[in-house]
């Protein structure tokens, strides 16, 4: 922390309101949140571990910023939504405009995916990219104050402990030094380490119901030059592990002209960064598309690994008694497996959520808060939770109605691989779009059913040249 910053907190914490908000966290949930509590207090302060970098920069407390990620199409719309223009800041600075009809090639369940009829618009770029101009933004609002290299340490209540007040804010250089700051709202954005359990507990609170879910998964991912033409002219290739051989990979163009390639495993096999054994394991892959990039592409770093251990969801909504004053969101709430790219869209979604909760006042705000967020975090979770199915190396005992969800599931994606219309119902779902129920209408249901009487044979794996199968309307 800078003495600079040092100053700013003891100034703040010099007096208190009940017109300020405080958000622990300057993350894309945090920034977010910030901005949506900006429209409703006089004051909102956005405090980070991290001494925040005044460029696109990795940041040491996000590990996972250096590999693939994507902001789904959903969670692009609302970010414009809160933040009008930022997509052509982003574009100016780099970022693609990618649509999934002209740009995408999608590999599962032994074939390609046919192409859309309408495609859906997409920006790539890196975390990095995306959360510097989201900071910046936010950081500009006239009431709004983002400080990094500071560490919250616990949270302040009222003596019944039955609302809390604020937060204790220590030097991340000196922890001997602390600082209160008064708030009339605390939202928890520190992500899936979040310390809120263990401070409710301290409070007396019973600890949230906890769920885990998933297989383990490990990344390798390393930046290339782009070349125009490479990767068949798309811009995004995702080849989906299967459950036999459960390696995987998906490779998005970037800014600088870069390639960034994330290759996965969900067996507990680490995939490796060192060059030649990263072209192998591209090449062990499905499907040659990325290999066929990555064994002729020029390589612009040494690689980095990062491992995830399950998603992990905190049920705060079936809590007896949850203090007022304070609410989590983002990964605090329910995080994500990074490979189906959810996270970063669900904290939006959440973000905007808290505006339109506390537009309505502060009331019971957190049992609305939480009301509102379920059917979206209750949506996703299942879906990443169902796909995370297909890689138990175990028996699993499923209710019937799981069985034949997975099921039906599995016919969808073998008939997504001929049938435009379903690989577009599959997008929209994936892109959060539309929610999963979608995928059972009685249109897409009959195609699906159609398709399996016939026994349509699945697209071969080809090289990136060759063209995507399109079927017909």
Not at 48 to 54: A, F, I
Not at 237 to 256: D, F, K
Request: with cysteine; aromatic share 6%; charged share 20%.
């Amino acid at each position: 922390m800078t003495s600079q910053t040092t100053g700013i907190l003891t100034s703040l914490a010099a007096f208190g309101t009940n017109d300020r908000a405080v958000v622990i966290g300057a993350g894309m949930g945090g920034l977010l949140a910030a901005r949506a509590l900006a429209d409703h207090y006089r004051q909102v302060i956005v405090l980070d571990r991290d001494t925040l970098p005044t460029s696109p920069g990795q940041r040491r407390n996000v590990p996972q910023g250096q590999h693939v990620h994507g902001l789904l199409a959903r969670g692009r719309v609302i970010v414009e939504r809160m933040l009008p223009g930022i997509t052509e800041d982003l574009i100016a600075d780099g970022a693609i405009l990618a649509n999934s009809k002209r740009d995408l090639t999608w590999f599962q369940q032994e074939g390609y995916h046919a192409t859309p009829k309408r495609g859906i618009s997409v920006l790539l770029m890196s975390r990095p990219l995306l959360e510097y101009h989201v900071r910046r933004r936010v950081a500009t609002l006239p009431n709004v104050t983002v400080i990094g290299g500071c560490q919250v340490t616990g949270l302040l209540v009222t003596r019944d402990r039955q609302r809390v007040t604020g937060v204790r804010v220590a030097d991340t250089d000196d922890r001997g030094t602390e600082h209160v700051l008064l708030a009339h709202l605390t939202v928890d954005a520190s992500g899936r380490g979040s310390r809120l359990p263990a401070w409710l507990e301290q409070f007396g609170y019973d600890l949230p119901d906890t769920v885990v879910a998933g297989v383990e998964s490990r990344y390798a991912t390393r930046r290339f030059r782009r070349i125009p033409g490479q990767g068949g002219g798309r811009l995004a290739t995702v080849i989906v592990a299967s459950p036999h051989l459960q390696r995987g990979g998906v490779m998005l163009a970037q800014e600088g002209d870069e390639w960034l390639v994330s290759l996965a495993s969900r067996g507990g096999l680490q995939p490796p960064t060192e060059l030649s054994a990263f072209v192998d394991w591209a090449a062990s892959l499905e499907a040659p598309d990325i290999f066929d990039t990555v064994r002729q592409a020029i390589p612009l770093d040494d690689g980095a690994m990062y491992r995830f251990p399950q998603s992990t969801r905190r049920h705060f909504e079936r809590m007896e008694r949850f203090p007022e004053g304070l609410l989590p969101i983002g990964d605090a709430v329910c995080s994500f497996n990074p490979v189906y790219a959810q996270g970063m869209s669900v904290a939006a979604i959440e973000a905007e959520t808290l505006g339109r909760c506390v537009a309505y006042g502060q009331d019971q705000l957190s049992h609305r808060f939480f009301a509102s967020i379920m059917p979206s975090v209750d949506a996703t979770w299942l879906m990443a939770a169902n796909g995370d199915l297909r890689y138990a190396t175990g028996p699993i005992d499923l209710p019937r109605p799981a069985r034949i969800a997975n099921a039906y599931m599995g016919r969808l994606l073998a008939v997504a691989q001929r049938d435009a219309v379903v690989s577009e119902a599959f997008q929209r779902v994936t892109n959060l779009l539309d929610p999963p129920q979608a995928l059972r209408r009685p249109g897409i249901a009959m195609r699906i059913a159609l398709a399996s009487i016939r026994r349509e044979p699945p697209t071969p794996p080809r090289h990136a040249d060759q063209p995507l199968a399109t079927a017909a309307d």
